[in-house]
């Protein structure tokens, strides 16, 4: 689905790539999936949706290429969490989609979907059977301060402040009209899911 959404100044696109990447063997972000990086892709599709993108990263300089604007992690050690707070902390809009480095199938509907549900929440984030998809939702800047609070108490989990804030729940039944595969939250966290993944696309 070929989707351009309105009003693209509401909301900022931001890439978290600060993983080790330790199961992989090497930066998952560069994986190429028919041919383009996943960040490239991303990063691509992040610019026809968002007026603003932003990475956040561990090692700035090797994203410096992508057209996007590009922070290191404030908060070094705390994980996706951590990369959180940097992108709502830099984000120049109220809002932010998050997404991982790593899934090469982002779906513009979909995105699109989660959209419409911003208003009167702080997180909108979708729920397969594989549970919450924190790395696939929409964050306010009213999330800033919780998560301060709960990396003060030694969580790094994302889903660890959402008691704290206003969270809206998209239900399997509803992704599936838009994606029917649930191909959205595809990620890439070890050779053999990469194996796995070429058997269902052409991958060079």
């Not at 919450?132 to 306010?140: D, E, K, N, T, V």
Request: contains cysteine; hydrophobic residues 40%; positive net charge.
């Amino acid at each position: 689905m070929s989707v351009i959404l309105d009003n693209r100044k509401s909301i900022t696109g931001a890439i978290l790539s600060g993983g080790k990447s330790l199961r992989m063997g090497k930066n998952k972000a560069f994986i190429k999936i028919e041919g383009v990086p996943i960040i490239q892709r991303i990063n691509d599709l992040f610019q026809k949706l968002f007026q603003e993108t932003l990475i956040v990263t561990n090692r700035r300089d090797f994203y410096l290429h992508l057209k996007a604007s590009v922070y290191e992690d404030l908060l070094p050690g705390s994980g996706a969490l951590g990369g959180l707070y940097t992108g709502l902390f830099y984000s120049s809009f109220h809002y932010s989609f998050t997404v991982a480095c790593d899934m090469p199938y982002l779906n513009a509907g979909l995105i699109h979907y989660l959209r419409q549900y911003m208003e009167g929440h702080d997180v909108v984030v979708p729920r397969t059977e594989d549970g919450l998809q924190p790395l696939h939702a929409i964050y306010s800047k009213n999330c800033i301060e919780p998560i301060q609070r709960v990396l003060q108490n030694k969580k790094t989990r994302i889903i660890d402040f959402y008691h704290l804030v206003r969270v809206k729940i998209i239900e399997p039944k509803e992704i599936l009209s838009i994606d029917p595969y649930m191909e959205s939250f595809i990620n890439i966290n070890t050779p053999e899911e990469l194996i796995r993944l070429k058997k269902r696309h052409t991958i060079v």
